[in-house]
């Protein structure tokens, strides 16, 4: 990617149970602070530990629609974090969004009264009918501009920040919210444990014993805009997307490909979109769901990309995997160490898999260096890459 197409990233936000916004995150990050446990936001029989966001602000809550709330929270925040208050039809401004859960009629009681009654209320289809995350974004903020809703499994965020950054190239908006959101609801809790792959205990991403995934929710935006829109607004920004990468190697269902060759492409493409070459990265935030097979093809992936000397983390250890807002979060969490200087340790981590070429950071970790790679392994064979830079 030629520098002149590189898009400033001139706001941030982020809610998860790491905290209710960037600054909060970071100092969960910084203390270790796992804020998991059971779960509270619906009956359910099923004991696994997640991690659910404390508290949504009441200005942003919305019956019924959580993803959406969580969705609103960090868009106000990277927003205000842009110094983009009131009225925001005077821009050309794009809203990419990625999801899972928000894009599912997600009411068991809706089919289980249609089931055994042949009826049921509309209320759960109406929202449902409602709740196109992006389309949603656009009217609350009185945006102008594309909007589409990214629903790609758990690569959706990522690839949503990818699907702005092409708008921005190909001129079809000046500003792009970008990002994802998800919430935890009991679909899916049910749906990844009868895969086999949640596990009892705190998740482990990389290590040598880990037995499964922890589902979590929240949101992640970035606003990314050109720099010609950002010299008219009087905005600086220390930080760029610099490249995107995506391919599907249509392996398996749910299972990643042995060889990893489609995350290999996705990162191979990242590097050449962002110009630059692998040792030039300082850090990876890996997709890292400690789940058995996800680890060991994207730890080897990594090390023969990138060599066995890598600083690399997986952040699921504080927020737990989610979903179709991983990419959003952690392309949030990328650029905020980028700006900060460091990397968390990679919680959970505690003994080396011998099969696993890299060992992730045990402890908060000092990073230098222009650019970090965040990485997403979705279902469906689906893979994508992002590079993010410092000026």
């Given at each position: 990617m030629h520098e002149n197409n590189r898009m400033f990233i001139t706001g941030i936000g982020a809610i998860s149970a790491a905290g209710s916004n960037v600054a909060d995150t970071l100092d969960s990050?910084?203390?270790?602070?796992?804020?998991?446990?059971?779960?509270?936001?619906?009956?359910?029989?099923?004991?696994?530990?997640v991690?659910?966001?404390?508290k949504i602000p009441d200005e942003h809550y919305l019956e019924g629609q959580r993803t959406l709330s969580l969705?609103?929270?960090?868009?106000?925040?990277?927003?205000?974090d842009a110094h983009m208050e009131g009225d925001l039809s005077k821009y050309r401004l794009g809203i990419s969004m990625g999801t899972t859960v928000a894009s599912q009629l997600n009411d068991l009681d809706f089919y289980k009264s249609y089931r055994s009654t042949g009826s049921a209320s509309m209320t759960s289809v109406d929202r449902y009918l409602k709740g196109n995350l992006a389309e949603f974004i656009l009217r609350k903020i009185g945006a102008r501009g594309p909007a589409l809703t990214v629903v790609n499994a758990c690569s959706s965020g990522t690839d949503a920040i990818g699907v702005a950054?092409?708008?921005l190239n190909n001129g079809l908006c000046d500003i792009a919210i970008a990002g994802g959101a998800d919430e935890l609801n009991r679909i899916p809790l049910c749906g990844f444990g009868a895969l086999g792959i949640v596990s009892m205990d705190l998740c482990a991403p990389f290590d040598r014993d880990r037995n499964g995934l922890n589902l979590g929710e929240g949101a992640g935006i970035l606003i990314l805009e050109t720099k010609?829109?950002?010299?008219?607004?009087g905005i600086t920004s220390d930080l760029f997307l610099a490249g995107y990468g995506s391919s599907s190697d249509a392996y398996h269902?749910?299972?990643?490909?042995?060889?990893?060759?489609?995350?290999k492409i996705s990162l191979q493409k990242a590097l050449?979109?962002?110009?630059?070459?692998?040792?030039?990265?300082?850090?990876?935030?890996?997709?890292?769901?400690?789940?058995?097979?996800?680890?060991?093809?994207?730890?080897?992936?990594?090390a023969e990309i990138f060599g066995t000397d890598l600083k690399m983390l997986s952040t699921k250890g504080f927020t737990g995997h989610t979903l179709g807002a991983a990419g959003g979060l952690e392309a949030v969490f990328t650029a905020s160490a980028l700006r900060e200087g460091w990397i968390p340790a990679s919680i959970g981590f505690k003994n080396k898999d011998e099969a696993i070429p890299l060992t992730p950071v045990r402890e908060r970790t000092v990073i230098n260096g222009r650019y970090a790679v965040s990485t997403?392994?979705?279902f469906g064979g689906n893979n994508a890459a992002i590079v993010i830079g410092k000026v």
């Open positions: 990050f910084s203390l270790k602070n796992r804020n998991a446990g059971a779960v509270t936001l619906f009956d359910t029989p099923l004991k696994y530990p991690f659910e966001v404390n969705a609103l929270c960090a868009v106000i925040e990277a927003l205000n950054l092409s708008w010609e829109s950002a010299r008219k607004r269902l749910t299972a990643p490909h042995p060889e990893g060759k489609g995350l050449i979109d962002a110009g630059i070459k692998p040792e030039e990265v300082s850090f990876v935030n890996a997709h890292g769901t400690a789940t058995p097979d996800n680890d060991l093809v994207e730890g080897k992936v990594l997403s392994l979705a």
